[in-house]
């Protein structure tokens, strides 16, 4: 009996972000299913969503190329629901439908004996025993009703929404311990929560820097209008002066994010072998390249040829590589855009440039 009602349990229920040590991919954290039932794996195949996040935040960049900027929003929002959201676990499952109390698996057809094994009594078990009227919850909605000076009452939604709008309503940002009124430091002290000063923002200045002496600086950008969709590469090479050696833009079909940010700096790589560049800073606005670049190897098998062509190239020349944030990377990224609008040119002169 347990074991048919396995694919039923599994079918409505949904992996928990929390620390993101679950899959990108192949893990249900969406409410949709799995990422792999509707898109193709870009990367690795078993990237953890921990990867996908930064010191404080998700990197929006990696993602974008993992499921294209059309799409990168609603993850991002997903993603964030789960991790940081706002609301606690307790109100998104009730929205979700998705907590296994023993009236939701009658509900969808599980024959199971209603009990619940937190209570003394043995209630009947609901969502809303489970989260208000049962022995447990309710020893906690009364400590930090009293605690707190909120009404304490019987519907678990209206509870927790009556809750938070009391929050919303009374929050305030916190810029100096020492301004706390006594109520609130008397209610922190019960909680033993001590204050935290918040981080203050700065501004951060983007722009391209010239190479040292004797260096060239590649800068290569690819754009792909759908991911996969049309698709274009673009790339520019500087001298130690920030003078203009030369300049590209081309058109390369349908393709995704990856294989043409590949191939604009497979391109770029080989402009600078014809020119006789030898001293070459590349730089590029994806962390993707840059993370195969750091492992020595590329994620996705159909990209291999290209991607051994750029490790012979980078050993015949001499490279380093750095990431740009995509407001110092500009240019490339303008090139890039005009070729997957179908503009196939070479630029010698900074004039028609941008």
């Known amino acids: 009996m347990v074991a048919r009602c396995v694919p039923l349990i599994l079918n409505n229920s949904k992996w928990r972000v929390k620390d993101g040590d679950i899959f990108f991919w192949y893990d249900k954290w969406r409410d949709n299913g799995p990422l792999c039932n509707d898109r193709p794996i870009v990367g690795h195949p078993l990237l953890k969503i921990k990867e996908c996040q930064l010191s404080d935040s998700w990197d929006v960049n990696l993602l974008e190329n993992f499921v294209g900027l059309e799409n990168v929003d609603h ?31 009658r509900r969808v057809g599980i024959p199971i004996v ?23 919850p309710k020893h906690i909605w009364s400590f930090f009703g009293n605690l707190f000076g909120l009404p304490v009452g019987s519907n678990s939604k209206l509870q927790v929404s009556s809750w938070f709008r009391h929050a919303q309503a009374n929050s305030q940002e916190i810029e100096n311990p020492y301004s706390l009124s006594s109520y609130d430091a008397m209610i922190l002290e019960a909680l033993q929560i001590q204050p935290v ?45 920030g003078r203009l050696m030369q300049a590209f833009a081309s058109p390369i079909g349908p393709g995704t994010n990856n294989k043409v940010e590949l191939l604009a700096l497979l391109t770029g790589l080989r402009l600078c072998k014809s020119l006789h ?12 390249i840059i993370s195969w670049w750091n492992r020595g190897r590329c994620g996705i098998w159909y990209l291999e040829d290209y991607w051994e062509e750029i490790v012979s190239l980078a050993q015949v020349l001499t490279c380093r590589f750095q990431h740009v944030l995509q407001e110092g990377n500009k240019m490339a990224d303008w090139l890039a855009k005009e070729g997957a609008n179908g503009v196939d040119l070479t630029y010698t002169n900074n004039s028609i440039l941008p």
């Open 75 to 105: 993850i991002v929002a997903s993603l964030s629901g789960a991790k940081f959201g706002e609301r606690c676990s307790s109100l998104d499952s009730i929205r979700d439908r998705a907590l296994s109390v023993d009236d939701r698996l």
């Open 277 to 288: 560049i030898l001293n070459v800073i590349v730089e590029v606005d994806s962390l993707v």
């Open 114 to 136: 209603p009990k619940c094994h937190c209570c003394i009594a043995g209630h009947y078990e609901d969502i809303n025993h489970v989260l208000i009227e049962g022995d447990f």
């Open 197 to 241: 000063l918040l981080k203050v923002r700065q501004c951060k200045l983007i722009k391209w820097h010239k190479p040292p002496s004797g260096w060239f600086k590649l800068n290569t950008d690819g754009s792909s209008l759908g991911n996969p969709g049309a698709s274009g590469i673009g790339g520019v090479i500087r001298n130690d002066q």
